[in-house]
């Protein structure tokens, strides 16, 4: 037996999870706390309409904003078995592509038991390699990207390459010297030089619990101007044993009423997650906490340990009802925030959402928001 069989088979014997996505590490804790995404001010208006199993189109209404201003966006999606294309246009002219292409065909799951094994099994992240393409195109000038990715997650590791608006063909510096037409990378007169940002990340799961990697990141936005800059990873995952069997047999007890929709995936009970950049002295670190089925909590930490100190701690929490989901969020600078998800119908929602910056001053400034979310 050779060296790469016994290296296999090792492997193999360990059982190592998949380690997911590495812009996915922070995922656990970024579901419960309260972001941007789930807070909005003025009132908002989405419909969705599944024209097929594989087809989707939306239409998003925003206005009685403050901040910004009137907007309507429109959104197609299609979902294949191992492709996705999105496209969205809102009225300011900007555009939004994506388009994801698997090149592995996904596993056959396994035989379940029961809706929680599965929705376990679903939580989990698979063994995948995906080349993706993001597309932001808007009016205003220099706010257009161009990401090309691809992503390659196997049994036990991860690999990942991005590049945002790589050009190969741009101006050279100004302070280089020309270079000769018999010696040119391209065999012409004209010189050019490579711009753009690009990043390579790995992670590697340890054992069952804990996973490492790393990210370099290379950003060349101008020919004059070059950074460089690592970041080193840590997640630490807690099993489902004990905990997990004590919560399938609570919600066994208590089954979800009709016409209600599954209960969310079941995810570690608790989770530690740290970044850190020790070239700008940036450090994130969060951890989450499953308290039952329906009860989650996270906080999060990110701050410069550098010689300018800064920090901030946000904690929130989210809970799960029959008929709604709740989350709260507060951080140290004095925001607070909570959104409200009330499904009135099947397919029919409410949300509501408010904000409080005592920051500000004067008492602080608020914000509230709310919608109709309406899928047919």
């Known amino acids: 037996m050779g060296l790469f069989d016994r290296v296999r088979k090792l492997r193999e014997s360990l059982d190592l999870p ?74 300011d002219g900007s555009l939004f592509a994506r388009a994801h292409y698997n090149w592995k065909n996904p596993p056959p799951p396994p035989m379940f038991t029961d809706v929680y094994e599965q929705a376990e099994y679903m939580s989990r992240p698979q063994p995948q390699s995906t080349t993706k393409f993001v597309a932001q195109l808007s009016t205003d000038d220099g706010n257009s990207v161009i990401n090309l990715e691809h992503e390659h997650i196997g049994k036990d590791y991860a690999v990942n390459v991005k590049l945002f608006n790589p050009n190969i063909v741009d101006n050279p510096p100004k302070y280089a010297e020309p270079i000769p037409d018999n010696k040119h ?72 009423r009709p016409n209600i929709p599954q209960p969310p995936p079941f995810i570690p009970k608790y989770v530690l997650t740290a970044t850190y950049q020790p070239a700008n002295g940036v450090f994130n670190a ?5 308290l039952n089925h329906r ?27 029959h008929y709604a989901t709740i989350r709260g969020i507060v951080d140290s ?39 109709f979310s309406l899928e047919a």
Do not use: W
């Not at 936005?221 to 069997?245: D, K, W």
């Open 18 to 91: 998949c380690p997911g996505s590495f812009e996915a590490l922070h995922r656990e804790a970024k579901s419960v706390l309260a972001s941007p995404q789930y807070l909005f001010e003025g009132a908002k208006i989405e419909l969705q309409s599944n024209l097929s199993p594989n087809f989707q189109v939306t239409h998003l209404m925003n206005f009685a904003s403050q901040a910004n201003p009137n907007q309507y966006i429109f959104g197609a999606v299609y979902a294949g078995a191992r492709s996705l294309l999105q496209g969205q246009i809102d009225t």
């Open 295 to 321: 009860l989650e909590m996270a906080t999060e930490l990110q701050a410069l340990v550098g010689p300018r100190k800064e920090a901030l701690c946000t904690a929130g929490f989210k809970l799960d009802t």
């Open 286 to 290: 969060s951890y989450y906490y499953k």
């Open 185 to 256: 990378l391209f065999g012409n007169s004209k010189n050019t030089s490579t711009t753009g940002i690009f990043i390579a990340s790995f992670l590697k799961s340890i054992n069952k619990n804990l996973t490492l990697g790393a990210e370099y990141l290379l950003q060349k936005q101008t020919p004059e101007m070059e950074e460089s800059n690592i970041s080193f990873v840590a997640r630490y995952a807690g099993r489902f044993n004990e905990h997990f069997a004590r919560m399938s047999e609570s919600v066994k007890a208590y089954p979800p």
């Open 333 to 371: 600078k004095g925001k607070i925030g909570t959104v409200l998800e009330e499904r009135l119908a099947p397919g029919f929602a409410f949300t509501l959402s408010g904000e409080m910056d005592y920051s500000k001053g004067q008492g602080g400034v608020g914000k509230l928001g709310f919608g």
